[in-house]
Nanobody, 120 residues
Framework: QVQLVESGGGLVQAGGSLRLSCAASGRTFSRFAMGWFRQAPGKERDFVAAINWSGGRTDYVDSVKGRFTISRDNAKSTMYLQMSSLKPEDTAVYYC?????????????WGQGTQVTVSS
């Protein structure tokens, strides 16, 4: 088992930036690929970005390429999502997940989510 806790969400104006963090505990963090998903009101949870165990491989949904950057610090058992040029359509609850490196990234363990709201 691995426990995941997201932080860093909040309210930001369009064009602004936020950095989300996902802190892991339990099983060895570096064994897992990690990813971010988001769920907007009334919509399904969608994949945003993923990173393999070493950080050497990443994957993004097209709508965030060039604006979001996923990274990880295995020494701190923490993953990050740097979000820039935010748009109102980025408003959602953001979840981090741990799992196997695969495309599409699925995730086996989940955090509780953090709300990101982008105002126009």
């Amino acid at each position: 088992q691995v426990q995941l806790v997201e932080s860093g969400g909040g309210l930001v104006q369009a064009g602004g930036s936020l950095r989300l963090s996902c802190a892991a505990s339990g099983r060895t963090f570096s064994r897992f690929a990690m990813g971010w998903f988001r769920q907007a009101p009334g919509k399904e949870r969608d994949f945003v970005a993923a990173i393999n165990w070493s950080g050497g491989r990443t994957d993004y949904v097209d709508s965030v390429k060039g604006r979001f950057t996923i990274s990880r610090d295995n020494a701190k058992s923490t993953m990050y999502l740097q979000m820039s040029s935010l748009k109102p359509e980025d408003t959602a609850v953001y979840y981090c997940a741990a799992g196997l490196w695969e495309r599409p990234f699925q995730g086996n363990y989940w955090g509780q989510g953090t709300q990101v709201t982008v105002s126009s």
